[in-house]
């Protein structure tokens, strides 16, 4: 009888567990989580000593789902970067220093880890579940928060859009590292750069332009530098950029994006295929080729047929939209260079820039938003402009070029951007010959008004119009000894960097000429 009841109160509390097991798998749901595996990798870390460097680049404190488990990781991670020998005895002392040993259980815990697992084989294996694990925790936590503010009235819809999406994107991206970075770390990084550009005989720490003057001065376009490119109609922007776009991709293979508000992506590729092929652009509008320059023509294109070359043609992107293609292309193709024709025709907010407030302030939001997107994507990011009607105002030859104040809605425009850069064609204003009597036909220049980090000057450049490209001038033009009539009294002189003479005139760094009541970037 005793025998039944006793059985009979074991069937009962099977019964209730069940019930109870039944009941929190319907009514909660527990994070994603293995602290099995948490508990055999900090294991096996303390059983041999090469175990840490296989896991270093996939665990971070953070990712264990336990917070006793998160200090005694912080703990070995300490020993390793001290050179310290990683065992029960230094991680023990460790985390007593720490004042965390009774937190995480004691001694005894920290030796029955090395009792959960033999070896360090599956470690790696092991390791990568508890990022996974970590992850799924990350995406709960983004969507939990995108559900929320969603439901929300004041919510701001495409502030909530971007929010998502750059949560999304960090994700993607592994984002385990760290809004601030200590001096060590940084210094570190910055000598491993130089110990890199020593290597290098060309100068160029960026992109390549393709044209030599300007890269002598830039060394190439920045990784986070905004370029603005600015110029009044007709002076060859569309043109100038996609001949740096044609160069960075076909000669070096540095995959870019060119955004394109104004023009089809069809007529920017018949522009490339007019420049490449060296065939008269009106000619490939109308399709009217003769047979040899047909197989010019295709013979021609093959290496722009590989370049690694993307082109967008969205009318009236919002910034929203751009940071979001920039963030899934730069995940999808790894994009070195970035291309905006042209800053006017985006909008700050929403479908047709209705985003309150006036259009100067609009601007504003437009050039924070392409530099932060530099910066946040490691890619330069060259903005071409419109300039004001002001230039044609001004008379004779010096006051045909442009200046900062020309930039419209200068205001941001001036203030984020790392470059400014004006094109200027003398020969579109019908001057035919400069102060020495020399010929301007098919002569640009390249003015480079600002530039954060380096020099200022002038970079002639050849414009041939029936190709719609520019190419580096010949070696025995010499470009004008003035600069902008903004700066008529500074002094300019011709480059000491290079052997060769150059055709290039350098101004020296304005970096500190702003007034000190301007906000720094």
């Known amino acids: 009888m005793s025998m039944d009841n006793e059985q009979g109160g074991k069937n009962s509390l099977t019964a209730r567990k069940a019930r109870l097991t039944n009941t929190v798998s319907t009514m909660g749901k527990l994070p994603p989580q293995a602290l099995d595996l948490e508990e055999a990798v900090l294991g096996a870390l303390m059983l041999e000593k090469d175990a840490l460097s296989a896991v270093i680049d996939i665990l971070k404190p953070e990712v264990f789902y336990q917070e006793a488990h998160q200090k005694i990781f912080e703990a070995i991670h300490m020993l390793f970067e001290k050179s310290k020998p990683v065992d029960i005895l230094t991680v023990t002392a ?19 880890l090395t009792n959960r697992v033999a070896s360090a084989a599956n470690i790696e294996f092991h390791a990568r579940i508890i990022s996974q694990k970590y992850i799924q925790r990350e995406l709960i936590r983004i969507s939990t928060d995108i559900i929320t503010t969603a439901y929300e009235d004041t919510a ?20 385990l590292r760290r809004d601030t970075q200590k001096m060590d770390d940084i210094i570190k990084q910055s000598l491993a750069t130089l110990e890199e550009l020593r290597t290098k005989t060309d100068g160029l720490t960026g992109v390549p332009t393709g044209f030599t003057g300007l890269d002598r001065i830039t060394g190439g376009w920045q990784k986070q530098d905004l370029v603005i490119i600015a110029a009044r109609p007709a002076m060859g922007k569309t043109a100038f950029v996609l001949t740096c776009a044609r160069n960075a991709t076909v000669d070096f293979q540095k995959p870019t994006v060119v955004f394109s508000l104004e023009m089809s992506s069809v007529q920017l590729v018949n522009r490339l295929i007019s420049g490449e092929a060296e065939i008269e652009q009106e000619k490939i509008r109308k399709g009217n080729l003769q047979e040899w320059e047909w197989q010019q023509l295709h013979s021609k294109i093959g290496r722009l047929t590989e370049a690694p070359l993307l082109i967008d043609d969205t009318p009236a992107l919002n910034i929203f939209e751009f940071r ?18 042209y800053l006017q025709l985006m909008h700050g907010k929403g479908e047709g820039g209705k985003g309150g407030g006036n259009r100067e302030q609009e601007i504003g939001s437009i050039s924070r938003a392409l530099k932060s997107v530099a910066k946040e994507l490691d890619v330069p990011v060259l903005a071409l402009s419109q300039l004001s009607r002001a230039v044609e105002s001004r008379p004779g030859l010096q006051g045909k070029r442009p200046m900062l104040s020309d930039l419209r809605e200068s205001g941001s425009i001036e203030q984020d951007a790392d470059m400014v850069l004006f094109l200027y064609r003398p020969e579109y204003y019908g001057i035919t010959e400069d102060e020495q009597g020399r010929s301007q036909a098919g002569i640009g220049e390249v003015i480079i008004a600002k530039h954060r980090n380096g020099e200022t000057g002038i970079v002639p450049l050849r414009f041939v119009g029936k190709f719609v490209k520019f190419t580096d001038l010949e070696d025995d033009f010499t470009a004008p000894t003035s600069f902008a009539a903004a700066d008529p009294s500074a002094g300019m002189y011709p480059s000491q960097d290079f052997e060769k003479q150059s055709n290039v005139i350098i101004r020296p760094s304005k970096m500190d000429d702003y007034n000190d009541d301007d906000p720094p970037f």
């Open 156 to 175: 701001d819809i495409f502030d909530l859009l971007d929010h998502a999406e750059k949560g999304l994107f960090d994700i993607a991206q592994n984002n």
């Open 94 to 112: 460790e985390l007593r220093q720490m004042g965390a040993l009774e937190m995480v259980g004691g001694a005894y815990y920290i030796t029955n």
């Open 324 to 341: 979001a293609k920039c963030r899934r292309l730069k995940s999808q193709y790894d994009i070195q260079l970035v291309i905006v024709d």
